[in-house]
């Protein structure tokens, strides 16, 4: 017997179509997947940030982030910079106009589509999303 809810089958495809909404405006910008997600991280913290922190807001991993580090410092378009066992990026010149070029272009979108919504509908969205979040959580916890 199929235990997957007709709410969860609509949940997974969501979030499958969500997924690929954003696989197809980094296309858009000629970006990649990964690059897309360490520039709009960098972008939203000012330019600069741990790669640490790059993995823990993207779901990157190690070695996905490394590679594309790799690539945007090679390419000019970030700075690597080592604070003991720490590992700092940082956009350039370059990468700041190209995340002008790019990101900014995908957060302006997301910004459009909340400020186009009511506020007690952001509100709602925010509070199940935090909610499903926090009950999901607790019951993977229980299991294990």
């Known amino acids: ?28 910008t000629g970006l990649s997947d990964s690059v897309s997600m360490i520039l709009y ?7 600069e940030c741990l790669i640490k922190d790059v993995r ?3 779901g990157m991993t190690k ?25 700092r990026i940082k956009l350039t010149e370059k990468g700041k106009t190209l995340a002008d070029n790019t990101v900014k272009k995908i957060v302006e979108a997301e910004n459009d ?4 919504w009511e506020k007690e509908d952001v509100e709602s969205y925010f509070r199940l999303t935090a909610k499903y979040l926090e009950d999901f959580k607790k019951r993977i916890t229980e299991k294990q």
């Open 63 to 87: 070695q996905t982030a490394g590679s594309a580090v790799k690539k945007l410092e090679n390419d000019g378009i970030i700075l690597l910079l080592s604070e003991g066992r720490t590992k």
């Open 56 to 58: 823990n807001c993207s």
């Open 41 to 47: 991280t960098l972008y939203e913290n000012d330019g």
């Open 113 to 116: 589509v909340f400020s186009s």
């Open 1 to 28: 017997k199929n235990i997957v809810s007709q709410e969860l089958k609509r949940y997974n495809y969501l979030l499958s179509e969500i997924d690929a909404a954003y696989h197809e405006a980094s296309v858009k």
